[in-house]
Every structure is written in structure tokens, then in C-alpha cells.
């Protein structure tokens, strides 16, 4: 299981590294959307995976008796999930007024702030 | 003691609050102050209780470490939270003047007050995945801040930075999650011990995935690219508390981690560093000698200065942290302070591009007193804060036989008098190309005050370290100290260890 997720994990960044790399800002926040979610998959294999063995705690009882999954993993990545979203949600908010504003989506086009003529 | 830690958290949080619900109108920006100066309060009492008690601990919802979320506050933490508010007080005044309505009705006040409660969450948090969530509201609210406005080079600037963040971010979380995996704790003070048994070798391969993260936020050579991209395109006011404090954030939880977790092979990680440390501070102050706006100078010099923090990282020795921890706080007053400075120029003078401004020691030459204050303390000229702050980081780098680390120290303290020097001659002591005469009183009396006096404060500030260094000397010696044999730290989250 852990080497199905591993491969999975592999797979997701290097094509998230592949969309990154090119010349269009649209591919890279489309990257950077699959790079988190291979971040989050660490994450919950990193917790251990088990199998059947959810972590609900009986009545009358303070801890699950025997063998249960491990719990915290699940509650970093829906954090990571949704602060991710809201990142997302700006960065592509932000990515379309550059598209606006500057009519390029071409970062090796985009001197506004820094141009070229600045080294005279 | 819990509440004294949770505290300054929540000031700024309902600030922001109150002052997004007052945004249409002018007591939002009072609200602003007011929370700044409640913020104060309260970070000087935490800081005392720090000197009292020692490091001060506090689970949150009273589950015990290392199960709950822990802050914690020893007397690093402690002073990065009070000079994080002095600079919230200093930014909040300066923003009366600075601020047009327009910004303040797109929630500049909230956004402002979330980045400080962002900020010091980062400074005082025990548990890594919570360092993550600070940092991230941290960044939701810079790129807020940055964009304010909607200027064409602010978005330019802003794809910029909030890419090479989101990278970083990742990095991060990622690091985290294989830190987890390999030790089952995010407890800072838990990780401590629990990293000795972890497997070594993939140990320093998370060291480096931190490095690299945390590199990114302090903006190191070579990840620094996102900074002068972006940092001169916002309003001053948003600049200088960005100058100040954000790259701070990366450089403490640098020190934070690799002196409490990542120690274990300190000859492979605190090389790199100390690398990192002396490319930081020649490429830094060689981009700003190649500019001829106040703003991308002083942006360029940021990075440089980061540079002497990560050499006193890297160095590792008693003396060496002293100097980190020393700088740190120096460089935070002058170079937010620069900031303040700069966008006074742009009132008067009508820009920062130094070809196009002028004449200000003549016709304003309180501004050019305080102008000379902070920035001949960056360069490190005594008796200035600076100096003593460089003198320790020389001192420690002879000390440990890195001749050639402190020899580039010294060049590029030469080289960053030469970047003041050329803002004091084309800005300061030429005629303005337009004749113009950039004087004071172009302003309201009321908008004079407001920019004058945080600069004043904090060129004050800048004096009295400059002139009394030795109690802030022997402060960064106790914290450093703390610092290197974490066992009050851990004994404090913890519980004293058998």
C-alpha cells in the first residue's frame, strides 16, 4: 500500500515540476496545485496506514481499545487542505488580474517592476 | 501563564477585526493604533515574565505536550514579540499619514493587524504544523497587503512573491510531513530528543528540505529573487513592515530549528550555511550597488544583512548567536525604519528614484539627521547599533578561524557605506534636478507628525543601543545561551525529564 501511495506521490510531483517549469503562469499554479496534494499525501502516509481499524473510542471508555488508525494525520492535511485553498483561491485571482492588467502570462515577459533599463 | 502567551495572539486578531468592521470610516485607523499599543503592553509583560521565571510555556486547551498545540516563550521568542509590536506602533502611527482612504476601505487596517498576529504567532508557537498554519496567515495577509491598490508593478511584483511562496510552502509541509513520519511528534521540544533516534542520513535530508524552506522566507542566496521583485512596489507603510519583519520570521525559525532540532550533524548543515551566509551578503550588497531606487536599494540590503544572521547561525559558537540574535533585533528597528524614511522622501521630493530627487539636507535637514542614524548603523559605523552587532559577528567569525567569512563581513560593511553614501549624495546633499525644495512643512502639520514621529522613536531606539549596548549585549548573551542548551526550553514544554 505505502508503495502504491509512494509511486502515486512520485508521479504527482514530477508532473507538477514539469507544469512549473513551463513558461506559463496558468501551468504553474496548476503545478503548484498537484505538488500540494503530493505534500499532503506525505503527509497521511507518513501517519501510517492501516487498514479497518478506525479510531472511534467506545463508551465508557478514555483511549480505542486494541489497534486503530492513527488520527492526527487526517486532521494535519484538512488543515493543509484548506489553507491550501484559500492560497490557491488568491493566487488565481491574482494570476487573472496579471492577465488583466499586464496582458502577458509570460513571467520572462513580465519587467514591470523590475525592467530591464534599471542597469544603465 | 498560559494567557500571557495566548495574548499577544488575540490582540492583533480582534484588532483586525474591529478595524474591518470600522474600515469605512477614520476610527479604523485609531482602532489600529490603540491595538498596536495594547499589543506592546501586553509583549512587555510577557517579556518580563520571561526574564522572571525563565521560559514561559502554555498548552492550549489544556492538553499536555506534546498531544496539544504548545506556545512557548523563552528570550528569544519573548523579544522578537516585543519588537515585533514596537514596529506594529511605529507602522500604525506612520499609516495615518501614509495610508489613503481607498486603501483603508479595501481592509488595509485588518489585513495589517492579521499580518502582526501572523507574526508573532510564528515567534511564539512550540509545535511545528502550527509554525505552518502562522505562517501561512502571515503570507494570506502579505500577499493581501501587497496587492492593495491594484498598481500594475504591485501585481507584477505580487505573482512574483506569492509564487516563490507557495513554493516554500510546500517545501515546508512536506518537510513536516516526513518529519512526523520518521519521529510520530511535532513538538518542537519533543522533536529535540526524538530526532536522535530517527535514521541520521534521512535526518539531514529533512534538515535541508527546512533549509530550503525556511530559506526561501528569510531570502538567502540563492532564494531571494521574490524580494526585490516585489518589496518596493507596495505603500511605504506596507514596505517597511515587511522589510522589518517578514524575512525575520524565515531567519527565526531557522535559528529556532537548527539549534533545537537540527543539530545532530552540524558539520554537513552549518557548512551549507555558512556558505549560504557569505553569497547572501556579497550578491546582496552587489544587486544594491547596481540600482537607483532608495527602495530597490534598501530592498537588495535586506538580503545582504540576512547574511550576517545566517553567518552567526552558522558559526554555532556562544558568540556567534550572540551577534545573530543581536543583529536581529538591530536590523529589524533600522531597516523598517529606512523604509518609514524613504517614504517620507517620496512626499517631499516627489520619488525615490535617486536621479530624480534631491536637495533634501538643505531644505529638510531634520530628515536628513534621521536618515543618517539608521543608515550609517546598517553600514556599522560606531557608535552605532550596527556596530556593535557587526564587531560581535567579526569577533566570532576570527574567533572560530573563518578568516575569510570576516574579511567578507568587513567588504561588504564597505560596500553597504558605499550604498548609503550614494542615497546621502544624489538625494541628500545635490540640488533637486527640478529645483523643487523639498521641505517639511510641504506637509499638514498633522501628516508631519505622523511620519516623524515613529522615525524619530525608532532612530532613538537605534541611539540608545548604539550608546548602551552593553545590557542588550548581555541579553543576547542569556538568550543565546538558551538557545544552545535548549534543557530549559524542553524542561519548560515538557515537564522536567527524568
Given amino acids: 500500500m505505502e508503495v502504491l501511495f509512494a509511486i502515486t506521490i512520485g508521479v504527482l510531483v514530477a508532473c507538477s515540476v514539469y507544469l512549473m517549469l513551463s513558461n506559463h503562469l496558468l501551468r504553474f499554479i496548476f503545478g503548484l496545485v498537484l505538488i500540494s496534494n503530493a505534500a499532503n499525501l506525505t503527509i497521511f502516509v507518513a501517519g501510517r496506514l492501516t487498514d479497518g481499524a478506525p479510531p472511534l473510542i467506545p463508551e465508557g471508555a478514555d483511549a480505542p481499545i486494541g489497534f486503530a488508525a492513527n488520527a492526527l494525520p487526517q486532521a494535519l492535511v484538512l488543515t493543509a487542505i484548506v489553507i491550501g485553498f484559500g492560497l490557491f483561491a488568491f493566487a488565481i485571482v491574482l494570476v487573472f488580474r496579471a492577465w488583466t492588467t499586464l496582458h502577458s502570462l509570460t513571467p520572462d515577459e513580465m519587467r514591470l517592476a523590475e525592467p530591464e533599463e534599471a542597469h544603465k | ?498
Fill in chain 2, 1 to 498: 501563564m498560559s494567557w500571557l502567551l495566548a495574548l499577544p495572539i488575540a490582540i492583533p486578531f480582534l484588532t483586525a477585526v474591529a478595524t474591518f468592521l470600522t474600515r469605512d470610516r477614520p476610527a479604523g485607523r485609531w482602532i489600529s493604533i490603540l491595538g498596536s499599543a495594547i499589543l506592546l503592553f501586553a509583549s512587555i509583560a510577557l517579556m518580563n515574565a520571561v526574564l522572571r521565571e525563565g521560559v514561559v510555556a502554555g498548552q492550549m486547551g489544556g492538553w499536555a505536550a506534546p498531544f496539544g498545540i504548545t506556545l512557548v516563550a523563552d528570550l528569544l521568542s519573548a523579544v522578537m514579540v516585543l519588537i515585533t509590536a514596537i514596529v506594529a506602533v511605529a507602522v500604525s502611527i506612520y499609516a495615518l499619514a501614509d495610508v489613503d482612504k481607498k486603501m483603508e476601505r479595501l481592509g488595509y487596517h485588518a489585513l495589517f493587524n492579521m499580518l502582526i498576529a501572523g507574526v508573532v504567532g510564528a515567534f511564539v508557537t512550540g509545535d511545528l504544523f502550527n509554525l505552518y498554519v502562522w505562517f501561512e496567515v502571515m503570507l494570506i495577509a502579505s500577499f493581501g497587503l501587497l496587492v492593495l491598490g491594484g498598481r500594475p508593478e504591485q501585481i507584477d511584483g505580487g505573482v512574483k512573491y506569492v509564487a516563490l511562496n507557495l513554493v516554500s510552502t510546500i517545501m515546508f509541509l512536506t518537510g513536516i510531513g516526513l518529519l512526523y513520519g520518521m519521529t510520530g511528534t511535532l513538538n518542537m521540544a519533543d522533536l529535540a530528543s526524538a530526532v536522535d533516534d530517527a535514521d541520521q542520513r534521512l535526518l539531514t535530508v529533512v534538515a535541508v528540505l527546512f533549509m530550503i524552506a525556511f530559506g526561501v522566507k528569510a531570502a538567502v542566496f540563492p532564494l531571494f529573487f521574490w524580494l526585490p521583485a516585489s518589496y518596493h512596489t507596495p505603500a511605504f507603510a506596507v514596505s517597511a513592515v515587511f522589510a522589518g519583519l517578514l524575512t525575520k520570521v524565515g531567519v527565526y525559525a531557522l535559528m529556532r530549528m537548527f539549534t533545537l532540532v537540527f543539530d545532530h550533524d552540524t558539520a554537513f548543515t552549518h557548512t551549507i550555511l555558512l556558505w549560504i551566509a557569505g553569497f547572501t551578503m556579497v550578491v546582496g550588497v552587489l544587486g544594491a550597488a547596481a540600482q537607483s531606487d532608495m527602495r530597490k536599494i534598501l530592498s537588495f540590503h535586506i538580503v545582504s544583512q540576512i547574511g550576517y544572521m545566517i553567518l552567526g547561525l552558522a558559526l554555532l559558537t556562544p558568540l556567534a548567536i550572540v551577534g545573530a540574535v543581536f543583529y536581529l533585533v538591530h536590523h529589524i528597528v533600522v531597516k523598517a525604519n529606512l523604509f518609514l524614511i524613504a517614504g517620507v522622501t517620496q512626499r517631499i521630493a516627489g520619488g525615490t528614484e535617486l536621479s530624480k530627487i534631491g536637495g533634501l539636507y538643505k531644505s529638510a535637514p531634520f530628515l536628513a539627521i534621521l536618515f543618517v542614524i539608521p543608515a550609517f548603523s546598517l553600514a556599522g559605523f560606531p557608535p552605532l547599533s550596527g556596530f556593535w552587532a557587526k564587531l560581535l559577528l567579526v569577533k566570532a567569525a576570527l574567533d572560530a578561524q573563518g578568516w575569510i567569512i570576516a574579511g567578507i563581513a568587513l567588504a561588504v560593511g564597505l560596500l553597504t557605506i558605499y550604498s548609503m553614501t550614494k542615497i546621502w549624495a544624489q538625494a541628500f546633499w545635490e540640488p533637486h534636478p527640478d529645483g523643487i525644495e523639498p521641505k517639511l512643512s510641504l506637509l499638514s502639520n498633522r501628516d508631519r507628525a505622523a511620519f516623524l514621529l515613529p522615525i524619530a522613536g525608532l532612530a532613538l531606539m537605534t541611539v540608545i543601543i548604539g550608546i548602551m549596548p552593553e545590557p542588550f549585549v548581555r541579553f543576547a548573551e542569556a538568550s543565546a545561551a538558551q538557545l544552545l542548551d535548549p534543557t530549559a526550553y524542553i524542561a519548560a514544554v515538557l515537564g522536567e525529564q527524568p
